[in-house]
């Protein structure tokens, strides 16, 4: 009788952002437009992972089908910029060697995190910009191109119009931008070799201007990934960097011996709060314990657990 290995857990969760997510406005058909791409993104991730891929192919698989999805912000349905434009963020990490890659401000790539990918996999670098990243797509048949204007949906034209009437209306209260983003997207993988990997892809906040850049495309702000946990955010950027947040949570793992959901529930619900930011994460750790956490009303997110269980929710209590 031949000695089977025991079957190692895969573990997928995806998220589609944290925000103020007001079922009323939002209203049925949108809430269940989201479900199923929040399905439709678990079920390609967790092919990947099904098929014995890895957990960095799992993560870009997953990430691209949320980039494609209008209702999130990232791909298609990003956001405005003041300019009416898109700016595109996407990082990528594999936690097992930790190489890392990242794109900022780009306006031309389809799944900006398969330029994060290529980043990764064919460049020296970890994190490529603007123009010179545009340019490193061009050396790059496999990288989608798309006008910028392809980006654009009348829900977030929308939003930017209304960002900037408030804003002539009062120039403070329009700097506080706490629950006023939702949709950046991401991934964290747990693969049958043990190891893990995480995503994160954005346009940003609506209304940005100066080349702002938030978390999302900074490894150790937005996304981490090493041996232990694979971490991505979503939130008001600015405080996720000042609080290195996916990078404390995963610390807080490997030098304290934290349990993952006490790190990312101390960082999320109490370091960045309590310096005035607010938002959300999700992680994995090397067991395939699954967790959430968010300050926000709600959080668009879905998961597969090692057992095959497996959800999509919007609210808090869903
Ligand atoms: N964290 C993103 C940013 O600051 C926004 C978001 O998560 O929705 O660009």
Redesign the pocket.
Known sequence: MSMQSPRRPLALVIHG???VIDMATLGETAAQRIHADLDHALDVGYGVLAAGGGALDAVEAAVCALEDAPSF?AGRGAVFTADGRHEL?ASIMDGQHRRAGAVAGVSSVRNPVRLARRVLEDSPHVFLIGAGAEQFADLHADIERVPNEWFSTEARRLQLLEAQREEQQTWQASQDLRGR????VGAVALDSRGHLAAATS?G??TNKRWGR????PLIGA?TWADARCAVS??????Y?IRNAVAHDIACRVAYRGDRLRHAAEDVVLGEVPAHGGD?GVIALDRDGNVVVAFSTRGMYRGWIRPDGSRGTAIQRDD
């Open positions: 952002g944290a925000g912000n963020d983003y939702f949709g950046t954005t940003g906040m850049v938030g978390d999302s937005g955010c979503s939130g008001w950027g600015e996720y938002g």
